[in-house]
Structures are given as structure tokens and as C-alpha cells.
T-cell receptor, first 115, second 115 residues
């Protein structure tokens, strides 16, 4: 099992450009998440999905869109990149172990720089 | 709002010293608790987790954590650190109540171990 994979690993964008980050998991998990990590801020939830075809906003959703067309994939889009979106992006997936009990598995991250 | 606090931003220790990293959360209800470690340039790895039962939890690499419900705390400990423990440590909390597994992270504590 590859677990959670992310594509690409690194990317540099100019302000105003668009791009899509791909997250894929092979664990048949229902739940998937996108976080961003900034120095001194920890990880903050951008969007998440509780199943194929569903998405929901997290703590910092502005400037991002997501789609979950297939259960194993969760895409994060930046329509018009801004320097404030320079960050490391982590994807995670989880399954529900019991009521209200989940365990997340993280991908390796994508380092995005917007100039 | 739900929040997670990690008291120390940067901790510097010599090898063989004992480690305790503090983590407190804001909410008085039922929670699941996690500690993650991020080695330089790498993704998050789960050190240990608490769902229920014995409040003293043992994890990988000799780490343990104690859940004290009355203090809303989940402090991470290791009796004797090694240079290889140099990393950033994140406490994360999943708050019951429809969170769908979403994690609230602390801002992280950087640990530097001097050889």
C-alpha cells in the first residue's frame, strides 16, 4: 500500500496563476482532508470530505476549492494564487474506527511558493 | 472556539535529558488526542494517540503521554532524549460533536537536542 500520496511535491507559481494539487489514497478511507502548514501556526484545516461527491469548509477555506469525484482522490484547487498561499499543503485520509473516533494518515506534503 | 495550546515554542535539551512537552485544549467534552512528530523535511508521523481507557499512553520511540481530564491536558514525555529526536512536535485534538474526524492542531514545539 502506498498510503496517502500527493502530487506535485514542489511547485512555484506566479501571482494569479492557477493550479490543482492531487491527493490519492489507497486505503479505501471515506474521509479526506486538506491542511496547510505555516511556520508558527501548526496545521490548519482548509477543506474536508466525508465521502465521494461531498466537501465541506474547514477553518481557512478562502481562496481554495476542492472536489471529490472519486473516493480515492481529493483535489485542492487554487484559482488565482496569492503570495499568502505560500505554504506546505498536507493531505490526510481517515476511517471511522468507532463513533466519533477517527485516525488520520498524512501524505508527504506539497511545498508551494507563490511569487 | 475550540483550540489547542502548546506551551513551548522551542525547547533545547542535551542528550539524555528528560523531556516534557505541554498540551492543553479548550473544550470540556469528550476528545480524542494525538501527538505527531515531524522530522526536518518530512511529513507528520503519529507518535501516539488516546481514544479511551488508560490515561497513560505509550507510543513509538519511547514516548508516552498522560491524559489528565481535569486539567484538559495531554503532555508528552520521554525519559531520555536522543539527538535523533530533534524534530517538531504537534499536539492535535479531535473534539466530539460532529467533527467528522477533523483535527485541531497546536502550533507545534520545536525540539533541538544537542549531542
Amino acid at each position: 500500500n502506498a498510503g496517502v500520496t500527493q502530487t506535485p511535491k514542489f511547485r512555484v507559481l506566479k501571482t494569479g496563476q492557477s493550479m490543482t494539487l492531487l491527493c490519492a489514497q489507497d486505503m479505501n478511507h471515506e474521509y479526506m482532508y486538506w491542511y496547510r502548514q505555516d511556520p508558527g501556526m501548526g496545521l490548519r484545516l482548509i477543506h474536508y470530505s466525508v465521502g465521494e461527491g461531498t466537501t465541506a469548509k474547514g477553518e481557512v477555506p478562502d481562496g481554495y476549492n476542492v472536489s471529490r469525484l472519486k473516493k480515492q482522490n481529493f483535489l485542492l484547487g487554487l484559482e488565482s494564487a496569492a503570495p499568502s498561499q505560500t505554504s506546505v499543503y498536507f493531505c490526510a485520509s481517515s476511517r471511522r474506527l468507532a463513533a466519533e473516533t477517527y485516525e488520520q494518515y498524512f501524505g508527504p506534503g506539497t511545498r508551494l511558493t507563490v511569487t | 472556539a475550540q483550540s489547542v495550546s502548546q506551551h513551548n515554542h522551542h525547547v533545547i535539551l542535551s542528550e539524555a535529558a528528560s523531556l516534557e512537552l505541554g498540551c492543553n485544549y479548550s473544550y470540556g467534552g469528550t476528545v480524542n488526542l494525538f501527538w505527531y512528530v515531524q522530522y526536518p523535511g518530512q511529513h507528520l508521523q503519529l507518535l501516539l494517540k488516546y481514544f479511551s481507557g488508560d490515561p497513560l499512553v505509550k507510543g513509538i520511540k519511547g514516548f508516552e503521554a498522560e491524559f489528565i481530564k481535569s486539567k484538559f491536558s495531554f503532555n508528552l514525555r520521554k525519559p531520555s532524549v536522543q539527538w535523533s529526536d530533534t524534530a517538531e512536535y504537534f499536539c492535535a485534538v479531535n473534539f466530539y460533536g460532529g467533527s467528522q474526524g477533523n483535527l485541531i492542531f497546536g502550533k507545534g514545539t520545536k525540539l533541538s537536542v544537542k549531542p
